[in-house]
């Protein structure tokens, strides 16, 4: 997905444009149809140019499609965490993010891979994330600017790029990568509150 273009203009607008390629491509997938872009473009009433400012190839759509079935949203994912203290629900975002990313490996790997080639080279990631780390640190009276950096430092111990790098870099198996990236979120807090503590 082009985030790059999503985040210019009409933001919202262009995210429901994007819900609905992405339920489109869905349809077919659940289906077990074969389909290309112009399909997507039919059953989403869209045009296929706009498909093309959105997705730039079929490899990226269907993969990001395929993994958005099996995503709940930020809303979803926090309603597990009502009522909890603000590191239970870090502690479980992490959670729910990695154990997804691990059951899903070779799905995430693929579309990494898709996103990353130079005609992708605008795409970002981790949107469901930040998103959920912004919800569950909304009412947490800190200045704006601490807060958004706590939340891109939490962000880097979720998701499939820092267990790329624990797995292929550090030679760590899953139950050693899960351990040393919660050690990392457990660091993140202890400063954050010490530091919140102090103020």
Same mark, same amino acid.
């Not at 273009?5 to 997938?29: H, P, V």
């Not at 981790?126 to 009412?139: Q, V, Y």
């Given at each position: 997905?082009?985030?790059?273009?999503?985040?210019?203009?009409?933001?919202?607008?262009?995210?429901?444009?994007?819900?609905?390629?992405?339920?489109?491509?869905?349809?077919?997938?659940?289906?077990?149809?074969?389909?290309?872009?112009?399909?997507?473009?039919?059953?989403?009433?869209?045009?296929?140019?706009? !498909?093309?400012?959105?997705?730039?190839?079929?490899? $990226?759509? =269907?993969? *990001?499609?395929? %993994?958005?079935?099996?995503?709940?949203? &930020?809303?979803?994912?926090?309603?597990?965490?009502?009522?909890?203290?603000?590191?239970?629900?870090?502690?479980?975002?992490?959670?729910?993010?990695?154990?997804?990313?691990?059951?899903?490996?070779?799905?995430?790997?693929?579309?990494?891979?898709?996103?990353?080639?130079?005609?992708? !080279?605008?795409?970002?990631?981790?949107?469901?994330? $930040?998103? =959920?780390? *912004?919800?569950? %640190?909304?009412?947490?009276?800190?200045? &704006?600017?601490?807060?958004?950096?706590?939340?891109?430092?939490?962000?880097?111990?979720?998701?499939?790029?820092?267990?790329?790098?624990?797995?292929?870099?550090?030679?760590?198996?899953?139950?050693?990568?899960?351990?040393?990236?919660?050690?990392?979120?457990?660091?993140?807090?202890?400063?954050?509150?010490?530091?919140?503590?102090?103020?």
């Amino acid at each position: 997905m082009k985030e790059g273009y999503i985040q210019t203009g009409r933001t919202n607008q262009k995210q429901e444009t994007r819900d609905k390629l992405l339920k489109s491509a869905q349809y077919f997938l659940k289906k077990g149809i074969a389909f290309n872009l112009e399909d997507v473009a039919k059953k989403s009433g869209v045009s296929r140019a706009t !498909v093309y400012r959105y997705y730039s190839n079929m490899e $990226i759509l =269907t993969t *990001e499609a395929s %993994l958005d079935i099996t995503t709940l949203s &930020s809303e979803a994912i926090l309603k597990n965490f009502e009522g909890k203290s603000l590191e239970e629900k870090v502690f479980g975002i992490q959670d729910y993010f990695n154990t997804l990313t691990l059951e899903n490996e070779h799905a995430f790997r693929k579309y990494l891979s898709a996103v990353l080639v130079p005609d992708a !080279v605008e795409s970002k990631r981790g949107g469901r994330r $930040i998103k =959920t780390l *912004e919800l569950a %640190l909304k009412d947490e009276d800190i200045p &704006s600017d601490q807060k958004k950096d706590v939340i891109k430092l939490l962000t880097l111990l979720m998701g499939i790029e820092p267990l790329i790098i624990t797995k292929d870099v550090a030679n760590l198996n899953n139950q050693e990568s899960t351990r040393l990236l919660k050690l990392g979120v457990e660091l993140i807090l202890k400063n954050y509150l010490s530091q919140k503590n102090k103020n």
